[in-house]
């Protein structure tokens, strides 16, 4: 069993539409959780990160994690073309005073205008 | 204000051969990583240098090396190179090693084939 699972899509919406990517973890060590965004040939870059249980916002995204089901989601509101990309999830756990960060196969997203 | 740089962006070689890969931080910045990701995969953690020195290392052969020069540019060397090391390398950069997040910056990659 892989210690992050997610779904690879693709995920393929209408622009305005409400988008849930989710990923689950084995690990209850993870301390940080993390959404990076990758568009095609390029690098991943970091949308968001939270180390507790609850709901963090900002702008149209929404990251959620639950640490009793090992379950986190990254919500996009009124999603537009431009959200079209891979989005991984990752987490961190403490390893040797360093974090040792795993990052999700990542979801492919389409939005379609 | 540069991002990671890294070069080159394609590269092509056969099984057997030796690649050096070059990366250079964001300004500011004095710690490196390094990652492969496979196609439709994640990145995988490679290894982390910081002042000159691999400090952590994820599960990856020997063959895999690196180097970190004073200027905090590093490079990444494959040796003995096989098909599965078909791959986009990645290099990540940030400011010091023990801070609580992973607030690192990545470059745009470079895709190795391996024929």
């Known amino acids: 069993q892989k210690e992050v699972e997610q779904d690879p899509g693709p995920l393929s919406v209408p622009e305005g539409a409400i988008v849930s990517l989710n990923c689950t973890y084995s690990?209850?060590?993870?301390?940080?959780f993390m959404w990076y965004r990758q568009y095609s040939r390029k690098g991943p870059e970091l949308l968001m990160y939270t180390y507790s249980s609850g709901n963090k916002e900002d702008g149209r995204f929404t990251a959620q994690v639950d640490k009793s089901s090992k379950y986190i989601s990254l919500f996009i509101r009124d999603s537009q073309p431009s959200d079209s990309a891979t989005y991984l999830c990752a987490m961190s756990v403490p390893s040797g005073g360093y974090q040792k960060v795993t990052f999700g196969t990542g979801t492919k997203l389409q939005v379609i205008p | 204000d540069a991002g990671v740089t890294q070069s080159p962006t394609h590269l092509i070689k056969t099984r057997g051969q030796q690649v050096t890969l070059r990366c250079s931080p964001k300004?500011?910045?004095?710690?490196v990583s390094w990652y492969q990701q496979a196609l439709g995969q994640g990145p995988q953690f490679i290894f982390q240098y910081y002042e000159e020195e691999e400090r952590q290392r994820g599960n990856f052969p020997d063959r895999f090396s690196g180097h970190q020069f004073p200027n905090y540019s590093s490079e990444l060397n494959v040796n003995a190179l096989l098909l599965g090391d078909s791959a986009l390398y990645l290099c990540a950069s940030r400011e010091g090693v023990r801070t609580g997040i992973d607030t690192q910056y990545f470059g745009p990659g470079t895709r190795l084939t391996v024929l």
């Open positions: 300004s500011g910045h004095d710690t």
């Open positions: 690990n209850s060590a993870f301390q940080y």
